[in-house]
Each structure stands twice: as C-alpha cells, then as structure tokens.
C-alpha cells in the first residue's frame, strides 16, 4: 500500500557451505569471471563433475546451484517461505533498491498488488492501442538493405514503447537516450567484480545511472502529481491509501526503476534471440511470414494476435534457448533439506532455470531451435509444470509476461509485413549469457525489403 516500508532486512548468518564440491577457483574472483564470460559452461561443467547439487563462488559469496525441475518447483513455489528474494539478489541492492523483485512474502504481496493495476485487462487495452499506433513507425525507420547492429536499435526501440505506456513520454522525448544509457549502466554494474564506486569502473557508471534516473522521475513525479494524466506513473504518484497517504517519492523511483528496466531490457533480448533464430531458420521465417500476411490489413487486435499461432511457438523457443534470467537466485531463512543434503540459514541458492530448459530429460535434442516441440501433439513443456519457467514462477513470476508476449507479436508483424531478416555472413552468433542475455557484437542483420 501507499506508504509502506521496503522488505526488512533482518541479519542472516554467513553459511558454511565447505562440504560441498566446486571447480577450481581464481584468486580474489572466485568463479565471478567464469560466470561473465561463460555461465552456462561454468554450470554445465560443474554438474557433469558433481551432479545436481554443488557449490561455485559469484562476487565474493559462496552459492548453491541446484539443478532439474523439481528443484525450480521447490524454491520457487516457496510454501513454506524458506526463501528470501530480496537478500539473494544481492547484487542489485545498490542499483535496484526497493523493486518488486527485491521485496518479499507479505511486503511483496501487497506492493505486488498495487503493480498489477499496470497491467489488468483495460490498461492493457490502452498499451495495446499506444503500441500498435506507434510500432509501424519505428519498425519503418530501421535501416534496409544494409547490416546493421540489430541489439541497440531494439533496446532503443522497446524503451521508447516503455516510457510511452508506463510513463506517457512521447516516442521522441529527448530524455529516452540518456535513460537507455542510464539502464545499460546500471544493469553492466550488477556483476562488476568491484562492487564499489571506484572512479571509472562499471559500478561507478552504474551508481550515476542511477543518480541520473532518481533525478529524472523525482522531476516527473512533481509534474505528475499536479496534473492529470491516464499513465501508470501519473495514476501511481496520484495514488493514495484509505487515509489519503501518497507512495512516498523513494517508493515510486524505486518501483519506475525497476519497471522500465524489466519492461525493455528483457523484451529487447527475447526480440534478438527471435530476430536470430528467424535469420537463422529461414524455413520458420516463412511460417511466420504466411501467418503474418494472413493476418486483417488494419493493426491487429488482441484476436488477431491471438491467431499467431506459430509467432508463439517460435516465441516460446527462443525463450528456452535464451531465457531472460536463466538463474534465480534466492537465500535460505531457515535450515532446509533437498535432494538428501542439509543447508544451513543463509545459504544462498540458485534455481537453475536456463540449464533446465536445456535438459535432455526433458525436451527432445534440446540445443536445436525446434518451436514445434510447443504443439499440442508434442507438448514437451508439459513434461513438468516447471520445465519451461523463463517467466520465473510462484510468486514471483514475471508480471509483465502477457505486456511482452503482446509487445513481441505487434513488432513480428509490423517487421514481417515489410522485410526478410538475414544474416550477414560471418561467425556463428554467440551470447553473453549474464547479467541480461545480449548478443556479442550487436546481432548484424540484414532486412531486406519484401517484393
């Protein structure tokens, strides 16, 4: 509610974790570069030497990974309130302080509560229209006909969308490159080995991103409450308690933060991996290319977007090969046992969403891009209800999930009604797989003009 006080921070011990195996560390960086350079290689190795359970060193703290979808369900389900969301994602608490992923149990609930109001079926109604008013135009303003770096231009482009629907800025406010800029810091700061503000270093670019961001929404925050306006930032700085109390202005900055941080950054890496996977698999290009020219001549509406059958699937794909955040990490309140091992309060644990997608057990040759493995024939993400969880899960699952399953689709046929993708010849795409997937070099496409 209006007012309310962030999640507590009570004192947990430091856990003894010593009696579980772990690779070979570097000095100082325990396994911190491993996992920036080569996360999910750094896990892969370490499950085929010790199983489902063992322990690796990220930022200066020992941490549990615990493999396989029961594992996911366990942790993330939280029945019993065993884990702490707030303490394990400790590395955001200087650059994210007071967002809905930092909050936990009854705090989260509640501010969880008032978040939804951002996306209930009339808001969505209103981001619908916002967006499809808008996408043509951005998508024509791609360059054709040459390569060009696909990742920034689609950073650029979700973030725009995100400050018009969530904070009714216009498409061409000059401020949305220096948020981007600011977004970027702050989120290439999340695993700076150097976790403090040293002149020139990731962290320190990150802190005055944030500096930068409180000022910009403190700003907007006194513009808003003074006038009326049908965003979610205006109604949100309007909004009060059954006893008149506003959200304090830390509130609303900490919220706005985190928001637009989650609205673009992820759904701008989930449109890279599809741009990739299309330019890549010409065969699904046509798929969605048909279903697309398929679709009515005026902007699609939510039952036409309903009717993207294969964009879904292909969507859903390249969610399990790239999920937005392939490692949930958590801190254990009180002592637990799983999978026959004793971990003391404090543990900090990690669900290993990303490599569980990648499981064997699961999904039938589960490296190759095969979106059809999602029709009802095969159903292969129905195997376990936490074998596809690149939303998350439990309480915590993404709130934004259908804003960017809606965002995702009005781009693929605003894009394919007009271009082919392709690739330019060169290396095989790779991907920085943390702190927010991105592809290394930019993703170069070519959109060439449909004849």
Not at 76 to 89: E, I, M, N, Q
Not at 218 to 226: C, F, G, N, P, V
Not at 313 to 334: D, Q, T, W, Y
Not at 385 to 395: N, S
């Amino acid at each position: 509610m209006p007012g309310s006080s962030a999640t507590p921070s009570p004192a947990l011990p430091k856990a003894d974790l010593s009696y579980l195996p772990h690779l070979p560390v570097t000095p100082f960086f325990g396994h911190t570069l491993d996992v920036v350079r080569d996360s999910y290689g750094l896990h892969r190795r370490s499950k085929e030497a010790f199983g489902p359970i063992y322990r690796f060193k990220l930022l200066g703290v020992w941490r549990v990974a615990l493999h396989g979808p029961d594992a996911l369900e366990f942790i993330l389900t939280d029945r019993d309130c065993l884990f702490s969301s707030h303490h394990g994602w400790d590395a955001l608490h200087r650059l994210f302080p007071g967002g809905l992923m930092l909050r936990d149990f009854d705090d989260h609930r509640r501010h969880r509560r008032i978040m939804q109001g951002a996306f209930r079926a009339g808001a969505m109604a209103h981001y619908h229209q916002r967006i499809a008013g808008e996408m043509d135009a951005l998508v024509a303003n791609m360059p054709l006909g040459r390569a060009f770096a696909f990742y920034p231009a689609i950073k650029e482009l979700t973030l725009r969308i995100g400050a018009a629907v969530f904070m009714g800025l216009p498409l061409d406010d000059p401020r949305t490159g220096q948020l981007n800029r600011a977004f970027i810091a702050e989120v290439m700061a999340a695993l700076s080995p150097i976790r403090r503000p040293v002149p020139f270093t990731p962290m320190a670019r990150g802190v005055a991103g944030r500096l930068f961001l409180t000022r910009t929404f403190r700003d907007l925050i006194k513009e808003r409450r003074s006038r009326e306006g049908n965003d979610f930032f205006s109604q949100m700085c309007r909004a009060t308690d059954e006893d008149g109390t506003h959200w304090t202005d830390e509130e609303i900055v900490d919220h706005f933060n985190f928001l637009l941080m989650a609205a673009h950054d992820t759904t701008a890496s989930a449109l890279a991996a599809l741009v990739w996977a299309l330019g890549a698999h010409s065969e699904w290009q046509d798929r969605l290319v048909a279903e697309v020219d398929a679709l009515p001549d005026e902007q699609p509406d939510q039952a036409a977007l309903d009717t993207m059958v294969m964009t879904d699937r292909a969507f859903r794909e390249v969610l399990r090969l790239v999920p937005p955040v392939p490692f949930i990490p958590r801190r254990a309140m009180r002592d637990f046992t799983w999978g026959g091992v004793d971990f003391p309060k404090g543990s900090f644990v990690t669900a290993m969403a990303g490599a569980t997608m990648l499981s064997s057990k699961l999904y039938t040759d589960p490296l190759r891009f095969d979106p059809d493995r999602f029709s009802p024939n095969r159903a292969e993400d129905r195997r376990h209800r936490f074998a596809w969880t690149p939303f998350g899960g439990g309480a915590h699952k993404c709130i934004g999930l259908h804003f960017s399953t809606m965002q995702v689709k009005l781009f693929t046929a605003s894009l394919l009604r007009r271009v082919r993708i392709g690739l330019p010849e060169g290396p095989e795409v790779e991907w920085q797989r943390m702190p927010i997937p991105r592809p290394k070099g930019g993703l170069p496409v070519v959109l060439s003009p449909r004849l």
